[in-house]
């Protein structure tokens, strides 16, 4: 919608005007204001189509997930750089369904420029391990199952770590 740095600018302005309304003894509307303010600047740090495009994914509708994603015209300059990385893990998810060979790339940039949440980050290692074992690199992918493990505090992934330690066993 509005570029990173011009959140800020706008979130600086909405601040501004919460303080003089402080300053006009409006402390109800100083408080909503500056609510305004607080607003733009979530929205800095997390970008709205990423979010959208995540709501879409949890819902399993991909096509809807790349039409939120592809609102997002430039993503080195229009975001920041964990968002990049999510923009491209998203990308990365939704193509280790079609095409894989792409689907690495996305995700080795999203390994590369970082993922806020650790839980999301052994994702995306897993996903590479899948992708690895699937091209016959069986050192790789089991470098990358066991990163991810570690990752993995909360156990969420154990069941398909366990899946694929089975299927790298077949190969």
Do not use: C
Request: glycine share 6%.
């Amino acid at each position: 919608m509005f570029h990173k740095n011009f959140k800020l600018i706008i979130a600086a302005l909405i601040t501004a005007w919460s303080v003089y309304e402080f300053s006009q003894v409006h402390i109800m509307n100083g408080i909503s204001i500056l609510l305004l303010a607080g607003i733009f600047i979530l929205l800095y740090f997390k970008n709205e189509f990423i979010l959208l495009a995540f709501l879409q994914l949890r819902k399993q509708n991909f096509p809807g997930a790349q039409k939120w994603l592809s609102y997002i015209k430039n993503p080195s300059a229009a975001l920041t750089r964990k968002q990049e990385g999510y923009y491209n893990f998203l990308h990365g998810i939704m193509l280790s369904q079609t095409n894989i060979s792409q689907a690495e790339k996305y995700l080795k940039k999203a390994v590369s420029l970082g993922l806020s949440m650790g839980h999301d980050l052994a994702m995306a290692k897993l996903q590479l391990a899948g992708i690895a074992m699937t091209k016959r690199r069986k050192r790789e992918a089991t470098m990358l199952m066991n990163e991810a493990k570690k990752l993995d505090k909360n156990g969420m992934l154990n069941e398909q770590i366990k899946m694929m330690k089975q299927q790298m066993k077949k190969i």
